[in-house]
């Protein structure tokens, strides 16, 4: 029995984005947090928990949107031209903040503000624009052949811009439980009681997300709600409302890394419900993963470059942050 390729790249892809995810999602939530912190040596402190990994943690979009090339060559096609302007805007935010970064540690007084605000801004649009193609990817696209027949602002909806809210409220809470975990003192304390809100609001908004979507689509209402997948599936809600409950209860303790890793873990919990809830289209609402496949030769090609390269990306980030763990204290680096 052969290796089913178009799974397997499925598996890859889908591996690349959630590591993205997770990577870069605390690092735009800093950015997302900039406008809640006021004092300058805070905000040191709180790019400096990045300085070291941040620029690697974008390699992981990169591998995405190669390997969707390389492998889903009319998914490639489609849903670049379906989602060009949220992606343009999304690469813009990211440029400025790259360009904020630098600049802001060289900046004299009278320039500093003006790059924390750049800062910000990259990070509210990059998230923002990702959330609004992740609302028009469930909401699903008009294809006609190998094209995509929507227009430029088909992607902009109600729910896609609700959805972009939500990741704001997502990232945000990975930014405020990774400061807490990199932090100490008055910054720490802050962050604590930032992500209480911050942890209610992603909640309710994963609420809504899950009512409106099978409301709108009825093929994802029978996905979760038919027998036997309702028995199947229903992990999911539970393990969610668990993990939420188990963040508050730790921010009411002396919390180190516990908020943060249970934080990721209810983003996996999302990514997954997405997951169920569109597999195996690559292409909502309609075309599947082998429907979009490149050719077996191109695919297997490819596949020996990627499972050389992912181990590497994975060897050289466990080790960037192994080196840069502990707490980051002003003045001081790294303990």
């Known amino acids: 029995m052969g290796v089913d390729l178009p799974i397997l790249w499925a598996i890859i892809i889908g591996f690349g984005l959630m590591m993205y995810v997770i990577m870069d999602g605390f690092d735009l939530g800093i950015g997302l947090l900039f406008p809640f912190i006021r ?25 995405g949107g190669t390997a969707l090339m390389a492998a889903f060559p009319l998914a490639y096609s489609v849903l670049l031209s379906a989602l060009y302007l949220p992606l343009v805007l999304m690469l813009l935010g990211l440029i400025c903040r790259g ?52 227009g430029a602002l088909d992607c902009v909806t109600p729910f896609s811009l609700f959805t972009g809210v939500g990741l704001l409220v997502a990232y945000a809470l990975l930014g405020s439980t990774w400061l807490i975990m990199k932090t100490e003192g008055a910054l720490q304390q802050r962050m604590i009681a930032l992500a209480r809100p911050v942890t209610v609001a992603l909640l309710v908004g994963i609420g809504i997300v899950s009512l409106w979507t099978p409301l709108a ?13 309702i028995i199947f599936f229903s992990p999911v809600p539970i393990l969610t409302l668990a993990t939420t409950w188990g963040i508050l209860r730790a921010l009411r303790r002396d919390p180190h890394a516990v908020p943060f890793g249970l934080a990721l873990f209810l983003l996996f919990l999302g990514y997954s419900g997405l997951a169920i809830s569109l597999w195996p289209n690559i292409i909502p609402p309609a075309v599947a993963i082998w429907d979009a496949a490149a050719p077996p030769q191109s695919m297997g090609f490819a596949l020996v470059g990627a499972l050389f390269i992912i181990p590497i990306i994975l060897t050289y980030t466990a080790w960037s942050y192994y080196v840069f763990r502990g707490k980051v204290r002003a003045g001081e680096g790294y303990h």
Request: glycine share 8%.
């Open 217 to 229: 689509h009825p093929q994802i209402a029978a996905r979760w709600f038919s027998l036997p997948n």
């Open 99 to 150: 360009v904020s970064f630098e600049f802001r540690f060289k900046a004299d007084e009278a320039h500093r503000h003006f790059w924390d605000v750049v800062f910000a801004g990259g990070s509210y649009v990059a998230a923002f624009s990702q959330g609004i193609a992740l609302g028009a990817f469930i909401n699903g696209f008009h294809v006609s052949g190998p094209s995509y027949q929507g």
């Open 39 to 63: 004092d300058r040596a805070d905000r040191d402190m709180m790019v400096n928990t990045v300085a070291p990994v941040w620029d690697g943690n974008e390699t992981w979009l990169v591998l």
